[in-house]
T-cell receptor, first 111, second 113 residues
């Protein structure tokens, strides 16, 4: 079946940029999402990108999609301590009702 | 809208007891999903509903788990009898349709001792 892979941890210094990477296997993926989970809370949609796009920027967030390599990344500019959370990558094909989630990447921001 | 509402937020129970988790989706959303999150297995989809009808329950771990959606604004996930390995955070999510993203509730942290 479809698979979504992410590294489990990323540690960055406050003020630096963070890049969280994700790879997926489903070549028919149409929608790709980034969710953020803060401690004790549910997943919250951060941003999404359609498969016919290469890049999407939203304030400090930049999403890059390499469809050929099935690679998705989330760049957070000027990372702050409030960005510390678990970030989930998810993909969904047009014919599917439900997304496939990765295991999540714990982003740790230190002073 | 208040978002997806789940209750209780925390539940501690003894092995063998029945546990009922509750969810109120966002009004107007046609899809409702139940997930389980653990450190070992990540986020697992248990079951989802479309217009109150269960569509896919292949993720339900065993017969001890059951889910219902009696109306568009309420769903329950029941575990009977509960076991320590059921300890996890259970999330409910809803979406407008198959295209739009899911909105997650805050989760119920279940501890079975």
């Amino acid at each position: 079946g479809e698979d979504v892979e992410q590294s489990l941890f990323l540690s960055v210094r406050e003020g630096d940029s963070s890049v969280i990477n994700c790879t997926y296997t489903d070549s028919s993926s149409t929608y790709l999402y980034w969710y953020k989970q803060e401690p004790g809370a549910g997943l919250q949609l951060l941003t999404y990108i359609f498969s016919n796009m290469d890049m999407k920027q939203d304030q400090r967030l930049t999403v890059l999609l390499n469809k050929k390599d099935k690679h998705l990344s989330l760049r957070i500019a000027d990372t702050q301590t409030g960005d510390s959370a678990i970030y989930f990558c998810a993909e969904k094909s047009g014919g599917s009702y439900i997304p496939t989630f990765g295991r999540g990447t714990s982003l740790i921001v230190h002073p | 809208d208040a978002g997806v509402i789940q209750s209780p937020r925390h539940e501690v129970t003894e092995m063998g007891q029945e546990v009922t988790l509750r969810c109120k989706p966002i009004s107007g959303h046609d899809y409702l999903f139940w997930y389980r999150q653990t450190m070992m297995r990540g986020l697992e989809l248990l079951i989802y509903f479309n217009n109150n009808v269960p569509i896919d329950d292949s993720g339900m771990p065993e017969d001890r788990f059951s889910a219902k959606m009696p109306n568009a604004s309420f769903s329950t996930l029941k575990i009977q009898p509960s076991e320590p390995r059921d300890s996890a955070v259970y999330f409910c999510a809803s979406s407008l349709d198959r295209v739009h993203e899911q909105y997650f509730g805050p989760g119920t942290r279940l501890t079975v001792t």
